[in-house]
């Protein structure tokens, strides 16, 4: 669904690149768009202009009551910008703008987590323990997350009942994963940890007695006890 979505947006963008383009191009003239700026978008006297012609129709979509263009520009093209501002197409263009920027910062805050989580590598497993050297698997998870500006719970049962549930097969990279590791399975949760990638997820390991990745494919002792993930750093496009 989210490789659908994708496409459809890319075609959006490709078609408000094309019909911003060819409207500059029809109306081309140095002293048009000569004196334009907005938000730091200045339109220099040159073709390179061109491939800035876009910003203009995003800006003029994003501060509809300010004025965008200068008064060279011929009513014409103005009368275009206007149609085109009104128009589905444009709507879907403001829909494919504030996705971007939402899947920006969702993967900025999943790199965060992830870069900070493995400068942790090799840190002694404590019980009980939450940093700044040592720590346990939830202390360990809060800890992580919380560089990104998420506060989970203290222990990895309450830590369970946050975000949203995911199967296995729909994990990404930043949702925690949880495991059943009682000698005899109970379907409890008592130890988490954070999905990284390509079935590699890093945790504070008491068996291991530090903070280390595991390889789902490589270890099946933690499929097996694997009860479910959590997604708190939440995807801009959901399937």
């Known amino acids: 669904m989210n490789l659908v979505k994708n496409f459809l947006f890319s075609i959006i963008a490709i078609q408000v690149?094309?019909?911003?383009?060819?409207s500059f191009i029809k109306y081309w003239d140095n002293g048009y768009?000569?004196?334009?700026?907005?938000?730091?978008?200045?339109?220099?006297q040159d073709h390179s202009?061109?491939?800035q012609f876009p910003l203009v129709i995003e800006a003029s979509l994003l501060h509809p009551t300010k004025e965008i263009l200068t008064t060279s520009l011929p009513s014409q093209i103005r009368k275009e910008l206007k149609a085109f501002t009104s128009s589905q197409l444009s709507n879907d263009y403001l829909t494919l703008i504030h996705l971007h920027r939402q899947h920006q910062a969702h993967e900025g805050a999943c790199s965060k987590v992830e870069h900070y989580a493995k400068k942790h590598l090799g840190f002694k497993y404590v019980w009980g323990a939450t940093g700044p050297k040592r720590f346990d698997?939830?202390?360990?998870?809060?800890?992580v997350y919380?560089?990104?500006?998420i506060k989970i719970p203290r222990n990895s049962r309450a830590q369970a009942k946050v975000g949203q549930y995911i199967k296995y097969e729909?994990?990404?990279?930043?949702?925690m994963v949880f495991f059943d590791t009682n000698r005899k399975k109970t379907g409890r949760v008592n130890h988490v940890g954070i999905y990284l990638e390509d079935g590699k997820f890093i945790h504070a390991s008491s068996?291991?007695?530090?903070?280390?990745?595991?390889?789902f494919r490589k270890r099946a002792y933690y499929k097996s006890r694997f009860l479910w993930g959590r997604r708190i750093i939440k995807?801009?496009?959901e399937g």
């Not at 690149?17 to 060819?22: A, D, E, M, P, S």
């Not at 919380?146 to 500006?149: F, H």
């Not at 729909?170 to 949702?175: A, M, P, R």
């Open 49 to 51: 202009a061109i491939a």
């Open 207 to 215: 068996g291991s007695k530090k903070v280390v990745i595991t390889n």
């Open 137 to 143: 698997c939830s202390g360990f998870t809060q800890k």
């Open 33 to 44: 768009f000569a004196n334009l700026m907005h938000n730091g978008f200045l339109m220099v």
């Open 17 to 22: 690149l094309v019909v911003g383009q060819l």
């Open 170 to 175: 729909n994990l990404q990279k930043g949702d």
């Open 235 to 237: 995807s801009s496009i």
């Open 146 to 149: 919380k560089v990104a500006g």
